[in-house]
């Protein structure tokens, strides 16, 4: 877990396997023109999350996680986060 409590990615489908998991999204940094970061609470589960998505060993829900991938897409074009 990050030492401030504070998860960042700029990765938009482990974003959305995030959200799809659980982890609150608490907003997007836009302050890089070149990247926008998620950025979560973090949590315990958190790096095995990150770790199954990397490996190709992650097990879910897959209408779960196109639906947050189409929400976390929506959020970069929009002002709600």
Do not use: H
């Amino acid at each position: 877990m990050g030492t401030d409590g504070i998860y960042r990615t700029s990765d938009l489908y482990i974003a959305a396997w995030l959200l799809s998991n659980g982890l609150e999204l608490k907003g997007i940094d836009r302050s890089n023109k070149q990247r926008n970061d998620f950025i979560f609470t973090d949590s315990p589960d958190r790096p095995d999350l990150v770790r199954q998505f990397m490996c190709g060993s992650a097990t879910g829900n897959v209408v779960d996680l196109i639906f947050y991938l189409k929400r976390v897409k929506r959020l970069l074009y929009s002002s709600e986060v």
